[in-house]
């Protein structure tokens, strides 16, 4: 698919234009994980400790390859989102993938087919992945930050992300990306372990032990607020131009 008709899925095209090469851009370096002195290092936030009663599950967590990964979501019953799922829904993609992106929580689709962005949202999200030249399952994976659908899609509790944060954590470490956008606001304050507002957010480099982090909006949100894809491609972009300078 040509750049302009994706630019136009996204209610961008033909307006939107950069004013200069992405490669001139000007986005921030992410410093190596050694940061050089004299180089800024991304903003970090610090990651509380598990409290006791979580030690033993997330330090077992935190041991499994991905076959035991798998069959622990499956079989979970660590918070109430079990009581109405068909099935949980782990992730998909390269599991060796550079990009990694983080959702919200699986919706009636997803809920059903057991993957996640399925929907229009996951329509839209393949469109943003092709405007800057990536592609579901190719050098990408795609996980969410609870792992069972909400009911009535509404927004996972702190309990319930809390409970589901160390598998997202060890899909982290297995994977090892190079960066991870967090798509919307849940996402991000469950990485980031704080409050997080999107508009405060956008074009910073947040850091998740060691690896650059970016926040934008979740496809969703952008479904329901048209104006502000603009402001997503800005992201992209930014995205783009960050891994660039990696």
């Keep these: 698919m040509r750049r302009e008709a994706l630019l136009r899925e996204l209610g961008l095209g033909p307006v939107w234009r950069l004013r200069q090469p992405a490669a001139e851009a000007t986005v921030p370096r992410v410093p190596e994980r050694s940061t050089d002195a004299g180089v800024s290092p991304p903003l970090t936030f610090d990651q509380p400790a598990p409290t ?135 996402a991000a304050q469950t990485l980031l372990q704080s409050e997080v507002k999107i508009a405060s957010a956008r074009g910073r480099v947040f850091d998740f032990n060691g690896t650059p982090l970016i926040v934008t909006y979740h496809p969703a949100y952008l479904l329901r607020n048209l104006p502000d894809k603009a402001k997503a491609w800005e992201d992209l972009c930014f995205m783009r131009g960050t891994m660039k300078g990696s």
């Design 52 to 186: 006791d009663d979580g030690d033993d599950r997330a330090a077992a967590i935190a041991r499994m390859g991905w076959d035991e990964l798998k069959t622990a979501v499956a079989d979970c019953r660590a918070c109430g989102l079990c009581q109405a799922r068909q099935q949980a829904v782990l992730g998909v993609g390269d599991i060796e993938a550079d990009w990694l992106f983080v959702g919200e929580g699986p919706g009636a689709e997803e809920d059903e087919r057991g993957e996640p962005f399925v929907g229009q949202a996951g329509k839209l999200l393949d469109a943003m992945l092709a405007a800057i030249d990536l592609k579901r399952g190719e050098n990408v994976y795609i996980a969410n930050a609870v792992k069972c659908r909400p009911p009535n899609n509404r927004t996972p509790e702190p309990d319930e992300t809390a409970a589901c944060r160390p598998y997202l954590e060890r899909q982290i470490a297995l994977i090892r990306p190079k960066l991870i956008v967090a798509l919307g606001r849940p």
